[in-house]
């Protein structure tokens, strides 16, 4: 069984950074991509940025140039460094890992992790 743990969320002011962490635990699993995405109320969850076990990154359009993911290989931990933060990046964010669980297609979610940005 494969699980990822999420951690690092909170209440920010407008304009702050907060960092976010995903552990990935178990075993018989090959990662190709871990990412993370958001969900505002009321709205549709989006992609905020991913990375493939070759390092290549894809950003969000409206994240791009604020945050900054990032992959620990020896931990299997991602991390998303969010910086200007702006009151539309309140939202639940979760972790993803995609890959194969022995032979089976993996696509593992986390439970989500709330940032709310305050004016």
């Known amino acids: 069984q494969v699980q990822l743990m999420e951690s690092g969320g909170g209440l920010v002011q407008a304009g702050g950074s907060l960092s976010l962490s995903c552990a990935i635990s178990g075993s018989g699993f090959r990662l190709t991509a871990m990412g993370w995405y958001r969900q505002a109320p009321g709205k549709q969850r989006e992609l905020v940025a991913t990375m493939t076990s070759g390092g290549a990154t894809n950003y969000g359009d409206s994240v791009k140039g604020r945050f900054t993911i990032s992959r620990d290989y020896v931990k299997n931990t991602i991390y998303l460094h969010m910086s200007s933060l702006e009151s539309d990046d309140t939202a639940v964010y979760y972790c993803?890992?995609?890959?194969?669980?022995?032979?089976?297609?993996?696509?593992?979610w986390g439970q989500g992790t709330l940032v709310t940005v305050s004016p």
């Open positions: 993803n890992a995609r890959g194969y669980h022995f032979t089976d297609p993996l696509d593992a």
